[in-house]
């Protein structure tokens, strides 16, 4: 089937409408390449541009325009504006659904630049972004200060495509707190879209929800804001509790790279979206719950069932080892060690998990912390370990934060939460590392959508294992 013409002048605001969209895909027809086939129009984007991973002499920029068009970023040191570069002009095209990561090198560490995105040679002028470089820090100075967010389950409602009935995703007002917080860092912890089911039956759906969630206008200022780096769960992969049988999951794991700018995306030979994250002293280990996962519904004590898979876990296992960061943050979307957790967390995978921890233990490595979404709750979790006598014996602290526009949900009866961290609201996470070598703390707060903090909590390095003197 041809795919209608349609008005040039209109076109972007004509994708835009559900309605339209809809009608196309019910005739069989898919937008993507032949609807976007005209060039974007000169200076005009239709997503970001969004700050992927800044490293101390690079960053990666992102960015989706409406068509075809070549796209650079000019960068200068605000201190220094008339030293302006330009990177490289890329093209995107619809193989690459008109997205590009462009990445501005050569960078100076520890500065501020200035970035502003040209599409078809004119400047993107109203959107920049200030992308700042990690400093030089190690056999130099003590670790700077710094502030990660973290969040997950993020509904963007769409009525068209929504289940009946009162629209589940609210609270868009969070991203400007989110944006004011000026952190250096921002995880996303997976569903941070979710699929709909006419979504689901074809790749090219799967598509079309990207495009539009990265358009959502309450977003894109705090996408502008610090680096963000994610990694997935059920509803961002696929079906809700979806595991390794999607028969889409390559789909699902090219549009992840194409939509988030990590530092990479699993091994040459294990495939996935986990990756390695460093910030100053502290090493984020951001993991695959779901392409190796298997079926919910495997018996708990079947020794094949796995959340993560023999070479994930292998990859972290030898990441832990090499890391010398003070603090290891371990971050998946779904729960670790929630023992009451019903639904889908590494309590339904014993055996993996029992491996894993009885290995973390053996090998008595300080500094360690879990990093959690999913739930629609946010709450503090210390996990108590057998004492062997070893002093890397301490409890396990998992910061579960969830959700940022979901409905919230009921917190469930866990035995091991920390008191008073139980939020049933929407909110966001904060993890402010401060202090000196000796007095390294790290503070976990939680924060609702204006911003206001409903509880902190504060981590010592004796806290995580370390033998302060």
């Known amino acids: 089937m041809t795919t209608p013409a349609l008005p040039d002048l209109h076109r972007r605001s004509?994708?835009?409408s559900s309605a339209t969209l809809s009608?196309?895909?019910a005739a069989g027809?898919?937008?993507?390449p032949s609807a976007w086939a005209a060039p974007a129009p000169a200076g005009i984007l239709h997503a970001g541009p969004m700050q992927g991973y800044v490293a101390a002499r690079s960053?990666?920029?992102?960015?989706?325009t409406p068509g075809a068009a070549e796209v650079f970023i000019e960068f200068a040191p605000e201190d220094h504006p008339e030293a302006k570069k330009r990177t490289d002009p890329v093209k995107t095209l619809a193989a690459n659904e008109f997205c590009a990561h462009i990445v501005c090198d050569d960078l100076t560490p520890g500065l501020n630049y200035r970035c502003i995105a040209f599409v078809n040679d004119q400047p993107v002028s109203d959107k920049p972004i200030i992308l700042r470089t990690q400093k030089i820090w190690a056999y130099r100075s003590p670790a700077p200060d710094f502030t990660v967010l973290a969040g997950s389950c993020a509904f963007i409602n769409d009525p068209l495509y929504d289940r009946p009935g009162k629209g589940y995703g609210g609270g868009y007002e969070i991203y400007t707190p989110m944006a004011q917080e000026n952190a250096d860092l921002m995880v996303w912890l997976g569903d941070n879209l979710y699929f709909r089911e006419a979504d689901l039956l074809s790749p090219q759906g799967m598509a079309l929800r990207y495009q539009k969630d990265r358009a959502f206008a309450p977003l894109q200022t705090f996408l502008r804001s610090c680096p963000q780096i994610a990694i997935?769960?059920?509803?961002d992969y696929g079906p809700n509790d979806s595991e390794t049988s999607f028969e889409f999951k390559?789909?699902?794991?090219?549009l992840f790279k194409t939509y988030w700018a990590n530092p990479s995306y699993g091994t040459a030979q294990t495939p996935g979206v986990f990756t390695k994250v460093s910030q100053y002293d502290a090493d984020f280990f951001l993991l695959d719950d779901r392409y190796w996962r298997s079926a919910d519904r495997t018996s708990p004590g079947e020794a094949g069932k796995v959340m993560f898979g023999k070479a994930q876990i292998e990859w972290l296992k030898n990441a832990l080892l090499f890391s010398n960061a003070r603090f290891k943050i371990i971050a998946a979307g779904g729960q670790f060690f929630n023992d009451d957790d019903r639904y889908e967390g590494w309590n339904q995978y014993p055996i993996e998990r029992a491996e894993f921890l009885g290995w973390l233990q053996q090998n008595q490595i300080p500094g360690v912390l879990f990093l959690s979404g999913d739930r629609h709750i946010t709450e503090l979790i210390s996990y108590p370990r057998p004492r062997y006598g070893g002093k890397h014996d301490y409890p396990l602290l998992e910061f579960t934060a969830?959700?940022?526009n979901s409905s919230p949900a009921k917190g469930d009866k866990n035995p091991?939460?920390?008191p008073d961290t139980l939020v049933e609201a929407r909110n966001y996470g904060v993890l402010k590392f401060s202090g000196d070598t000796q007095n390294r703390v790290l503070t976990l707060q939680t924060k609702g959508v204006e911003g206001q903090v409903l509880w902190s909590h504060d981590i010592t390095l004796a806290d995580l294992g370390y033998d302060i003197k």
Request: glycine letters at 4%; a negative charge.
């Open 14 to 16: 004509f994708l835009r």
């Open 23 to 25: 009608a196309l895909l």
């Open 29 to 32: 027809v898919w937008p993507f």
């Open 59 to 64: 960053g990666i920029v992102w960015l989706q």
């Open 232 to 235: 997935w769960d059920d509803h």
């Open 250 to 254: 390559d789909d699902a794991l090219r």
């Open 402 to 404: 969830s959700p940022l």
């Open 416 to 418: 091991n939460r920390v």
